[in-house]
């Protein structure tokens, strides 16, 4: 089929019956739902760039293998131009949405095309696996799908490893073997957007131990496999929101769900790896699923922070404060802040390596201080929307209220801005800036840049260990060279 259109993505929602579980109620008819109605359209409009001539080109290119129209995120790269139109699609994504959707298909479609590529990893194990994620791989990219992932286990007890909890099948473990397939059983988070996807993929951060060999598992399965429950977190909103009231959180919002996995059974053709803590622990840093999805990741934050930071900007400059030294300094820290992860992504793109595989890899250093500094800078940024609007953020009226005869008068002689700034654009703007920095939706949006991809905090020490590993200290070294104490001691 090649690449699909919206209207094909929303036919594909409408022909599955996934078990979703909204505020206490099994949704029956999810492309019919007020809460994923305006998020399925968004991820529809990224389908139909697809098609779009003004995209179509950079987003998309001819599969030698099939001959037809696939999206670049089945691209394996190989070259620095492949890693160009991989960027082109995230790119095109994140400023259609803004960067306020994270897990846009381009996501996870990079995650399954770099361990297609690397299947010499799995094959190390077993040649099933490797044969079912090239398969898997050609799947998705054929039919175009879009897929969500869960590959943390539930907050229980952080302090015990799987086989530790109280229950055996707290977090997703095997159950048994049948000739059909693996049976399943447990739980995995936190899969966004999973209710609107076509197929979830189970995968784990490194992390097992010996005594953890059910639950070191990956597979991918259909999002309305029997016994596979989806239980989401409370909406932000019920879907009803004015468009102007807001014009963020009414259509970006990406619900997050735990999944349940009860007795269900997976195709053995759908299983990556089974059993093996070692394998497990390894697919993370071996298949490129951790480093070229940075490279998405990478793209899709600078164009989130540089939403907020203009943001901020118009914000100041619409009720002049702007003049202000004070002002002008906390709106300079977010423009370095966004020229920083601006030249590290290209530097991530310009020192690329390829790996003894032939995949063109995005450079490790600067794509993991991207991912270290955004957690910082996010937040950093939504706080100056918050310091800059101030009370402005709170006196805003609502659609209703402009639209009322009798209040006419009052909103435009004191909503206005500095002169030229009429009361429907300050309001306007004001709005935008709530839902960013004010809002749960934005709120969720924060906490999104601080652990979409790990916790930061341990991120980090990995991060030092391996720029320890790769930097040795040559100049203090050399700088130590003058003393010559040391010779003249080992003389004595
Ligand atoms: C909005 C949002 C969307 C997400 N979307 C997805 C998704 O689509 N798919 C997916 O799989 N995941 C997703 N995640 C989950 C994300 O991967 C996890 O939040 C992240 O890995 C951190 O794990 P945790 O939340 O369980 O925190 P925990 O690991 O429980 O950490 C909680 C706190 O305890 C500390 N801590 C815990 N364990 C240790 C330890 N061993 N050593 C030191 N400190 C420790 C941490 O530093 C942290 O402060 C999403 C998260 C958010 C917030």
């Not at 059974?265 to 089974?274: A, G, I, K, Q």
């Amino acid at each position: 089929m090649g690449v699909r259109t919206g209207a094909q993505y929303i036919e594909g929602l409408k022909s599955r019956k996934p078990e979703v579980w909204l505020s206490g109620r099994k949704v029956t008819n999810v492309f019919e739902e007020p809460v994923f109605k305006q998020p399925i359209l968004e991820i529809a409009k990224l389908y139909d760039m697809q098609h779009d001539p003004e995209y179509r080109e950079q987003i998309t290119h001819i599969c030698e293998e099939t001959g037809e129209r696939v999206n670049n995120a089945f691209l394996v790269p190989k070259s620095y131009e492949d890693l160009m139109k991989r960027r082109a699609v995230f790119e095109a994504f994140a400023k259609a949405t803004f960067g306020l959707m994270g897990r846009t298909p381009d996501f996870l479609n990079v995650v399954v095309t770099s361990m297609y590529h690397n299947a010499w990893f799995f094959e190390k194990y077993n040649k099933n696996w490797a044969d079912n994620i090239r398969n898997y791989y050609k799947y998705l990219r054929d039919n175009d799908l879009f897929l969500t992932h869960a590959i943390i286990n539930p907050q229980n007890d952080r302090s015990k490893s799987s086989h530790e909890q109280k229950d055996m099948f707290t977090h997703l473990g095997a159950v048994k073997e049948t000739p059909d397939g693996l049976v399943v059983r447990g739980a995995k988070m936190l899969a966004t957007l999973a209710p609107i996807t076509d197929e979830v993929i189970i995968y784990s951060f490194p992390g097992f131990k010996s005594g953890d060999e059910r639950y070191a598992l990956a597979f991918a399965i259909p999002i309305d496999t029997p016994g596979l429950r989806i239980i989401c977190r409370e909406p932000m909103q019920d879907g009803t929101r004015s468009l102007f009231d807001h014009p963020l959180a009414s259509r970006f919002e990406e619900m997050d769900a735990l999944l349940v996995f009860d007795d269900v059974v997976v195709p053995w053709d759908r299983v990556f790896l089974y059993n093996n803590v070692e394998a497990a622990n390894l697919l993370y840093p071996m298949t490129g699923a951790g480093q070229q999805p940075a490279h998405q990741s990478g793209v899709r934050g600078l164009i989130k922070l540089q939403f907020a930071t203009e943001v901020a900007m118009k914000l100041a400059d619409s009720i002049g404060v702007d003049v202000y030294l004070n002002v002008q300094n906390d709106l300079g820290e977010l423009a370095q802040s966004l020229e920083s992860i601006r030249a590290l992504l290209r530097v991530a793109e310009l020192e690329y390596t390829i790996t003894e595989h032939g995949e063109a890899m995005p450079a490790y250093i600067p794509l993991e201080t991207i991912r270290g500094l955004l957690p910082k800078m996010y937040p950093r940024a939504i706080e100056v929307l918050q310091i800059i609007g101030a009370g402005g953020l709170l006196m805003s009226p609502t659609g209703a209220d402009f639209e009322n005869e009798e209040l006419r008068d009052s909103i435009e002689n004191y909503y206005v801005g500095r002169e030229g700034v009429s009361s429907f654009d300050r309001v306007s703007l004001f709005k935008l800036a709530w839902d960013l920095c004010g809002e749960a939706f934005g709120q969720r949006l924060l906490q999104y840049e601080r652990y979409y991809t790990g916790d930061p905090i341990r991120k980090r020490g990995i991060f030092y260990n391996n720029f320890k590993r790769m930097h040795s200290p040559d100049m203090v070294e050399e700088a130590l060279k003058v003393s010559t104490l040391k010779k003249e001691m080992a003389a004595k």
